[in-house]
T-cell receptor, first 113, second 110 residues
Framework: NAGVTQTPKFQVLKTGQSMTLQCAQD?????MSWYRQDPGMGLRLIHY???????DQGEVPNGYNVSRSTTEDFPLRLLSAAPSQTSVYFC????????????FGPGTRLTVT | GQQLNQSPQSMFIQEGEDVSMNCTSS?????WLWYKQDPGEGPVLLIA?????ELTSNGRLTAQFGITRKDSFLNISASIPSDVGIYFC??????????FGQGTTLQVKP
């Protein structure tokens, strides 16, 4: 199993550009989530999904969209990038929302200039 | 919203020393989790705690679920260079969502 994969690993965007961060898992997990990690802030939940076709907002959802058309994939879209979205983004998956063993991807380091 | 305060923010210690870090919250949590993040990687779960007062070990790591359910502690004994990384606490509330602490960056001098 590849576990949780994320692409790209690094990305530089100009303000106003759009892009999609990809996340995929091959463990048949129902629960998937996106976090952003900023220095001194820990991990903050952006959006999450408890199954295909179901998504919900986390702590910091503004400026981000998600969809979950399949169990495996959970892309994160930035419609109009802003410098405040410069961060490291982690995707995670687990069997359920209250399942403690969350598997994290390797992260995407995004810089918005 | 709920917040966790994790301390210390960073530690620079000599190999062989013991390490202690903690998390406190103004809210009660049902579960406390401790993660480690290696440089350039995502966090990996180290220890999960489910009951107030619970003390759990994983090798040289020992974590405790505070009796008030508002705090948790992680101790690392006899540190080694591969202990380097960022350690995160996380609390799970009754909504099921995880709240993460700010992280403790550990550096170990050989």
């Amino acid at each position: 199993n590849a576990g949780v994969t994320q692409t790209p690993k690094f990305q530089v965007l100009k303000t106003g550009q759009s892009m999609t961060l990809q996340c995929a898992q091959d463990m048949n997990h129902e629960y998937m989530s996106w976090y952003r990690q900023d220095p001194g802030m820990g991990l903050r939940l952006i959006h999450y999904s408890v199954g295909a076709g179901i998504t919900d907002q986390g702590e910091v959802p503004n400026g981000y969209n998600v969809s979950r058309s399949t169990t495996e994939d959970f892309p994160l879209r930035l419609l109009s990038a802003a410098p405040s979205q410069t961060s490291v983004y982690f995707c995670a998956s687990s069997w359920g929302i209250s399942w403690d063993e969350q598997y994290f991807g390797p992260g995407t380091r995004l810089t918005v200039t | 919203g709920q917040q966790l305060n994790q301390s210390p923010q960073s530690m620079f210690i000599q190999e062989g020393e013991d390490v202690s870090m903690n998390c406190t919250s103004s809210s009660i949590f049902n579960t406390w989790l401790w993660y480690k993040q290696d440089p350039g990687e995502g966090p990996v779960l180290l220890i999960a705690l489910y009951k107030a007062g619970e003390l759990t070990s994983n090798g040289r790591l020992t974590a405790q679920f505070g009796i008030t359910r508002k705090d948790s502690f992680l101790n690392i004994s006899a540190s080694i260079p591969s202990d380097v990384g960022i350690y995160f606490c996380a609390g799970r509330s009754n909504t099921g969502k995880l709240i993460f602490g700010q992280g403790t960056t550990l550096q170990v001098k050989p």
